[in-house]
């Protein structure tokens, strides 16, 4: 596997599992359905968006909300909304799609600002319910983003967003924080040639088990090995 099947949401998992990315190489099983607290957690993000989206129209703000991708492959979808960050009539635009070095995401919002005189930019903003502070999953979500959206428009932008769960917005600059991001891409695209099916890695309980593609499977060899995170109720028994 290459960076060209990698998402925000699969660098995520591979920070708190790496063992999620050792299946992923090795192409284990398609995706499964989430559980109902996936579903959840799911559910309440979109609704957590959606206010973000109303407090911004509140406020005044012209927001575009992107047409959907209907028949178009992901590539094709975001080449076509390139477009929508020339209208000079909008502050907002809402689920952007962006591709860059074959990662693909969307953002949650890229809000346009004054940067340099006359000039405008646009920050990526992503809505997370986390309630305290932002994880570095969701930091290396929005690097990506601003990213993306330099390789668009020429320049960086200065800062990039997270909307929590409490009403809070935490940002960062994006000079501090794009290092950090190259330098774990960097780490992410070795072990995606190959390294990291020849290094041992177990399936572990972590925050991300609720949200893999890979949950059953690692689940399958707990119950099989009799594992002790049943004994230490990580996991729920039957």
């Known amino acids: 596997m ?14 708190e599992c790496e063992h999620s990315l050792t299946l992923r190489l090795k192409g284990s099983s398609a995706p499964q359905a989430f559980g109902d607290f996936a579903d959840l957690v799911r559910d309440k993000g979109t609704a957590h968006e959606e206010a973000v989206l109303a ?24 080449q076509n909304s390139v477009a929508l960050l020339d209208q000079p009539d909008i502050d907002v635009i809402y689920q952007f799609p962006l591709v ?8 949650d919002f890229l809000v346009k600002v004054k940067a340099d005189g006359n000039y405008s930019q646009w920050e990526p903003v ?38 929590l769960g409490s009403g809070v917005r935490e940002s960062y600059r994006f000079e501090e924080f794009g290092p950090y991001w190259r330098r774990m891409k960097l780490e992410l695209s070795r072990a995606s040639e190959g390294g990291a099916v020849d290094v041992a ?14 949950q059953k499977i690692c689940e399958t060899q707990w119950r099989k090995e009799d594992s002790l995170v049943f004994v230490a109720n990580l996991l729920k028994a039957d």
């Open 126 to 163: 992503d809505a997370k319910l986390a309630r305290s502070e932002g994880k570095p999953g969701h930091l290396l979500q929005i690097c990506f983003y601003a990213e993306a959206v330099e390789s668009l428009v020429g320049a960086p932008p200065k800062q990039m967003h997270l909307e």
């Open 55 to 78: 407090r911004y129209e509140a406020e005044g703000l012209r927001v575009l909300r992107v047409p959907g991708k209907g028949d178009h492959s992901f590539e094709q979808w975001a």
């Open 2 to 15: 290459s960076l060209e099947a990698l998402s925000p949401t699969v660098i995520t998992g591979w920070l």
């Open 201 to 214: 890695t177990e399936p572990e309980p972590c925050k991300f088990c609720d949200y893999c593609d890979f």
């Open 100 to 107: 860059w070095n074959g990662i693909k995401g969307v953002a």
